[in-house]
Antibody
Framework: QVQLVQSGAEVKKPGASVKVSCRAS????????FHWVRQAPGQRLEWMGW????????KYSQDFQGTVTITRDAPANTAYMELSSLESHDTAVYYC????????????WGQGTLVTVSS | QSALTQPASVSGSPGQSVTISCSGT?????????VSWYQQHPGKAPKLMIY???NRPSGISNRFSGSKSGSTASLTISGLQAEDEADYYC??????????FGTGTQVTVL
């Protein structure tokens, strides 16, 4: 069945970068779009950006422009989200989610990855 | 892009109906019928409940329904059950091919 499996929890120091992976299984990676969503403790969901699994085209939220980079390795069925210049407010659970190209809702979700930024 | 506006909380007794509003602009909710709704229980990943304003994915109870008027979308939960107690978020495509979530609504079953 369709599944998104994310990498494990990370602890980083302020100023560092983190790269979270999201491996897809059960469907054709290149027919899907992959999104990243942030949720700080007790806070709402925030959309960060998306990547086309086929051609690698990306689109980012203005709120994260310049600090987030989303990439993918199609042969490995994996999408990545890298967040740089980490600050304490970046402490959050990061989710990947996907949908077929040509649709517009987040059908499938990963389990979430907790990133903790602490000195 | 500002978050879509939702009420912070709504509540109802078992069996009642509750409606959650999601107010956007002509650049998002009011522009296209690409609004979806997600249910999130504590400590869990969100789950798609409604897509394209009013469509239910396979396996989602018909107690959940969606609609839209102008720049405001709505999610109605009929026959409220204890398991419906969760946070709910709306989500919309925007005019710049980005997306935006709502502020989130906590549903409490009294």
């Amino acid at each position: 069945q369709v599944q998104l499996v994310q990498s494990g929890a990370e602890v980083k120091k302020p100023g560092a970068s983190v790269k979270v992976s999201c491996r897809a299984s059960g469907y054709t990676f290149t027919a899907y779009v992959f999104h990243w969503v942030r949720q700080a403790p007790g806070q709402r969901l925030e959309w960060m950006g998306w990547i086309n699994g086929d051609n690698g085209n990306t689109k980012y939220s203005q709120d994260f422009q310049g600090t987030v980079t989303i990439t993918r390795d199609a042969p490995a069925n994996t999408a990545y989200m890298e967040l740089s210049s980490l600050e304490s407010h970046d402490t959050a659970v990061y989710y990947c989610a996907s949908h077929p190209w040509g649709t517009y809702s987040l059908d499938h979700w990963g389990q979430g990855t907790l990133v903790t930024v602490s000195s | 892009q500002s978050a879509l506006t939702q009420p912070a909380s709504v509540s109802g007794s078992p069996g009642q109906s509750v409606t959650i509003s999601c107010s956007g602009t002509s650049s998002d909710v009011g522009r296209v019928n690409r609004v979806s709704w997600y249910q999130q229980h504590p400590g869990k990943a969100p789950k798609l409940m409604i897509y394209d304003v009013s469509n239910r994915p396979s396996g989602i109870s018909n107690r959940f329904s969606g609609s839209k008027s102008g720049s405001t979308a709505s999610l109605t939960i009929s026959g409220l059950q204890a398991e419906d107690e969760a946070d709910y978020y709306c989500y919309s495509l925007t005019s710049t091919s980005t997306y935006v979530f709502g502020t989130g609504t906590q549903v409490t079953v009294l």
